[in-house]
């Protein structure tokens, strides 16, 4: 863009000077038709006027197109700033779902844990009662218990 902005004032300033060299032809009166009417008038400066006016219209539509550039760009980040607090906020939420079910489970898994745990040691304590009733019998009746001696492999 900088260098469309230098040669736009090179040739500014080369306008300039032709203006300046030519200013005596440029400033002479001459006949212009205005399609109704024919009037004396320099044509060089109804020229010039003319360009200069074009020059202005130009600069007004550059200037136009660039601020509606900024405001649509200014809208743009407004709505991505808007989106991205969006996107944050789901997140959050996500993690704040996952993280109950992550404590529903942990919980079930707990007492799931516990339940196996009682019913094992119940079971542990039925066996141990049966021995320790057998253990008393045997040792009631007098009687030694024999336990079987070790295979040995041949």
Do not use: C
């Not at 230098?6 to 009166?29: E, H, M, Q, R, T």
């Not at 900024?70 to 809208?75: F, G, I, P, V």
């Not at 991205?84 to 707990?110: G, I, P």
Request: zero cysteines; proline letters at 3%; hydrophobic letters at 50%.
């Amino acid at each position: 863009m900088k260098l469309l902005g230098a040669l736009g004032v090179l040739v500014l300033g080369l306008l300039a000077a032709f203006i300046i060299a030519n200013w005596g032809v440029l400033s002479a009166p001459v006949e212009v038709s205005l399609l109704v009417a024919t009037i004396q008038a320099p044509a060089g400066i109804i020229l010039l006027g003319g360009t200069a006016l074009l020059l202005l219209l130009l600069l007004a539509y550059t200037l136009s197109l660039h601020t509606s550039t900024l405001l649509e760009a200014r809208r743009h980040a407004k709505e991505l700033r808007e989106q991205r607090l969006l996107a944050d906020q789901a997140e959050a939420s996500r993690f704040t779902e996952l993280s109950a079910a992550m404590h529903r489970e942990f919980a079930d898994l707990r007492s799931e844990f516990q339940r196996m745990s009682n019913e094992s040691s119940n079971s542990l304590a039925a066996a141990i009662g049966e021995v320790e009733d057998k253990l008393d019998r045997a040792l009631g009746a007098g009687t030694a218990i024999t336990t079987p001696a070790p295979r040995t492999l041949p």
